[in-house]
């Protein structure tokens, strides 16, 4: 039973445009969601987070916003760059030392 | 100054070997994690915890048993290899178990033949 889901395994997008990363999640107990972006051969290095009474939170080029009657939270690259291409993965918590990660989507920023 | 450390990075084994993955953060924080990465990406907590006390353990074989020694260290010994426990495996460590982002090392990737 996959509670947190990226039901995009992979994303284009062009140089200086926007890339646009979503994450739906089946908990309603969830209330602290974070961004994780992923090298290969490295492990997942943490990007942005919101907690559940917040619907955004931004830091530089990342904006993650969160619907939480649609359970859906979204990350926002703006613009994005070669060196953002990497697996991005979402993740959910309800405070309970138990972080659910969904599946990660591979975004190309193409030069 | 890498803040949370796994050793070794690869490790190849055959089945039914007993092998051992150490990981140690310099953060200063007060929960680790072992999380498993398998052939479809899919990264899933194996165990967590805090100041030193088991606090998941998210029905795993009981092969896998994880050791921490003080809080800035946790180790993951496994017992009888199996071809099925051939994964990227990370250690994480947090400030607190909630409401603060998880720091992790770089994976040991584990092959068992």
């Known amino acids: 039973d996959q509670q947190v889901k990226q039901n995009s395994p992979s994303l284009s997008v062009q140089e200086g445009r926007i890339s646009i990363l979503n994450c739906d999640y089946t908990?309603?107990?969830?209330?602290?969601f974070l961004w994780y972006k992923k090298y290969p051969a490295e492990g997942p290095t943490f990007l942005i987070s919101?907690?559940?009474?917040?619907d955004k939170n931004e830091d530089g080029r990342f904006t993650v916003f969160l619907n939480k009657s649609a359970k859906h939270l979204s990350l926002h690259i703006v613009p994005s760059q070669p060196g953002d291409s990497a697996v991005y993965f979402c993740?959910?918590?309800?405070?309970?030392?138990?972080?659910?990660f969904g599946t990660g989507t591979r975004l190309k920023v193409l030069a | 100054d890498t803040a949370v450390s796994q050793t070794p990075k690869y490790l190849v084994t055959q089945m039914g070997n007993d092998k051992s993955i150490k990981c140690e953060q310099n953060?200063?924080?007060?929960?680790m994690y072992w999380y498993k990465q398998d052939s479809k990406k899919f990264l899933k907590i194996m165990f967590s915890?805090?100041?030193?006390?088991?606090?998941i353990n998210e029905t795993v074989p009981n092969r896998f048993s994880p050791k921490s020694p003080d809080k800035a260290h946790l180790n993951l010994h496994i017992n009888s290899l199996e071809l099925g426990d051939s994964a990227v495996y990370f250690c994480?460590?947090?400030?607190?178990?909630?409401?603060?982002?998880?720091?992790f090392g770089n994976g040991t990737r584990l092959t068992v033949t």
């Open positions: 993740a959910a918590s309800s405070g309970t030392y138990k972080y659910i």
């Open positions: 908990n309603s107990m969830f209330d602290y």
């Open positions: 915890y805090n100041n030193k006390e088991l606090i």
């Open positions: 953060l200063g924080h007060d929960t």
């Open positions: 919101i907690s559940s009474i917040k």
């Open positions: 994480a460590s947090s400030p607190t178990g909630s409401y603060s982002p998880l720091h």
